[in-house]
């Protein structure tokens, strides 16, 4: 099962993947995911669309062929060998900060059966320290208003707002996610 990058303690955390043993194992994201649910979990979250095997293998093969850019893992269940939570942190090369980089981390997903049971936060810790070993001189995140506790809670403070520009494809579901999500109501200068 090739994994996306190296499962070495430089970038799995041991103390999450203490933390979560022995019902649950942290690794990078593998090839095998797609049978495993890696999908359904991310549609807890938002929109995936239709996706078939080929297609997931092709793009976990151009993820791969750019080592220390992507950095996706995942939860597996060992009960029921199924992936049940999944992160991303992407690692951004500036020019500012002397060539620094900056970890953005995406696509935070808890499937809805394992929820309150501390995942989410230990995707963030097992993604920060992603971020400190690759690295990175921040990590960033968007989040909707009614995340923010939760990622303050993470260790993560109020930066600023999210600026979105869209294709008209996807303009009417960015529309209504924020409309959902209570971003309309959102008081600007």
């Known amino acids: ?41 991310l549609k807890d979250l938002t929109t995936v669309g239709d996706i078939s095997e080929d297609k997931f293998l092709a793009h976990f093969e151009f993820m791969k062929a750019r080592p220390g850019e992507y950095f996706m893992v995942v939860f597996e269940k060992m009960e029921t060998r199924k992936v049940v939570a999944v992160g991303t942190l992407l690692v951004e090369r500036k020019f500012i900060h002397e060539c620094g980089l900056v970890g953005h981390i995406e696509d935070i997903a808890v499937a809805k059966s394992e929820q309150g049971k501390h995942l989410g936060k230990h995707l963030i810790e097992a993604l920060d320290h992603i971020g400190k070993a690759s690295g990175c001189y921040k990590n960033i995140l968007d989040c909707s208003p009614h995340n923010e506790k939760f990622y303050e809670k993470c260790g993560y403070t109020n930066g600023g707002f999210e600026m979105v520009s869209t294709t008209s494809k996807r303009r009417k579901d960015i529309t209504n996610l924020n409309r959902s999500n209570g971003f309309d109501r959102l008081q600007h200068d």
């Open 1 to 41: 099962m090739p994994l996306l990058f190296p499962a070495t303690e430089s970038f799995i955390s041991p103390a999450v993947a203490a933390a979560v043993a022995p019902a649950y194992i942290l690794r990078p994201l593998s090839s095998s995911d797609y049978a495993a649910g890696v999908l359904d979990v």
